[in-house]
């Protein structure tokens, strides 16, 4: 994990954490994971190395001088890690690779930049062209996240799919534990302010839902959203906040809506449900595969259709509360976990046999 930017990586710095946590558990399996000075003590189980000066940062300049850093250290590195049977990337890109004939396995959690390619500069689109397709093609296994996911990648990447592993996300029930009693007259949005999360619809969706319910507001939370500009004195923007303000912001929340414009999963909705927090949520990406039938879905392109759905998510509150509590049980890290090390042992197998 030596690009992970510690707290600026959304939900795949959420689900690398958790894998950390699991792999401490299945027998069988001993597992490391390399980390930058930066993010020491990232890990929740697993043994730690520290590898010491290289810069990390979240723009594309930063990550390239983050890969810089790492091709200058990558003979020692590799010495490190030549033990092991198997080298996995949860970040993706493979920095440093390593040494030939050791088994590889890549996460590529979505090829956005390939299906929505106007959201992303020229200079991040080349990056993710040149580490994360390009590995893709060379990786032992890939894991990634969502049978939409993985249908982009054979289709549009020409994967082969006996080759790609999904591994659903799961929700931590030590951490959002369900809430079933009054709700608050806000709606709670949780994400960053990348262009594909749609927040601007969201504001005029906002508008249009105030003029039956005037009362309502609606709440922020996540890093970069100082680039939404200035906003209406009905949004409260929180930006990044602790575990603990977001625990209770969805047992408070009279709903959470989700208008993303693409996920390779989308953690949140699944976290609100394990909270007891009723979701309105686009119908794009994986989404709709996530969330079944325990949410409201809408076309996150069209203002109305997210207002109706903050309209009818809040009618229909107490029900989906409880169907999205169900739901999110049958979303586990455990499960996750076991995915992983399936794919590892394919990969195993898979270089031991060339």
């Given amino acids: 994990m030596l690009t992970l ?39 929740r189980g697993i043994r730690e190395q520290i590898v010491a000066g290289v810069h990390a940062g979240g723009s594309t300049a930063d990550r390239l001088r983050t890969v810089a850093d790492l091709r200058l250290k990558s003979r020692s590195i590799r010495d490190r890690f030549s033990a092991f049977d198997v080298v996995h990337y949860p970040f993706t890109v493979p920095a440093p690779t390593p040494r030939r004939g050791q088994a590889t396995v890549q996460s590529l959690l979505d090829i956005q930049h390939l299906q929505l390619p106007a959201l992303f500069g020229r200079a991040e689109l080349l990056y993710r062209r040149r580490f994360y397709e390009g590995f893709a093609r060379k990786a032992d296994a890939i894991i990634t996240i969502s ?25 931590d029930s030590s951490r959002f534990t369900p809430y079933v009693g009054e709700r608050e007259n806000f709606v709670l949005y949780p994400a960053r302010g990348w262009a594909h999360k749609n927040h601007k619809r969201l504001f005029e969706a906002m508008e249009i839902a105030r003029t039956s319910n005037p009362d309502l507001t609606l709440v922020l939370t996540g890093g970069g959203l100082d680039s939404l500009g200035d906003l209406p004195e009905w949004v409260d923007r929180r930006g990044l906040v602790s575990d603990e303000e977001l625990q209770d912001l969805y047992r408070r929340a009279g709903a ?32 709709p595969e996530v969330v ?33 509590i169900e739901h999110a049980k049958t979303f586990t890290w455990e499960h996750c976990a076991d995915v992983h090390v399936e794919a590892y042992r394919y ?8």
């Fill in 5 to 43: 930017v510690p707290g600026g990586m959304g939900g795949s710095e959420t689900y690398a954490r958790a894998l950390t946590e699991q792999l401490a558990a299945p027998e069988g399996v001993d597992a490391e994971v390399f980390l930058t000075e930066a993010a020491a003590g990232f890990s």
């Fill in 147 to 171: 049978h939409f996911a993985k249908a982009g990648m054979v289709d549009i990447l020409g994967l082969e799919p006996e080759r790609i592993f999904v591994a659903h996300l799961g929700v």
């Fill in 256 to 287: 959470m809506v989700f208008p993303s414009l693409y996920e390779g999963f989308g953690l949140p909705p699944l976290e609100a449900m394990a909270s007891g927090c009723p979701v309105a949520s686009s119908n794009a990406g994986s989404l």
């Fill in 292 to 324: 079944g039938d325990a949410a409201v879905l809408f076309d996150p392109e069209d203002p109305r259709a997210i207002a109706q759905g903050i309209h009818d998510v809040l009618a229909r509150s107490d029900e989906l509360s409880t169907a999205g």
């Fill in 347 to 354: 990969a195993d197998a898979h270089r031991r046999s060339k």
